[in-house]
Structures are given as structure tokens and as C-alpha cells.
């Protein structure tokens, strides 16, 4: 159970930034 929160952590770090990135295209296809 302990290794859940940890998991998560590292889970959310790999997508935040993927986040962004898809964020950073959408609105780049946005203006164009």
C-alpha cells in the first residue's frame, strides 16, 4: 500500500508533461 502514493507520483510526472506537450499542439493547431 505504501508503494501506491509513490506510484502515483511517478504516474502523474510521465503524464503531466505529455499533458502540456498535447495542450502546446492544440494550440498550435489552433492558430494555424
Known sequence: ??????????LKELTNPIDKLYNMQATYF???
Do not use: I, M, Q
Open 1 to 10: 500500500l505504501d508503494d501506491e502514493p509513490g506510484s502515483d507520483g511517478k
Open 30 to 32: 489552433a492558430f494555424t
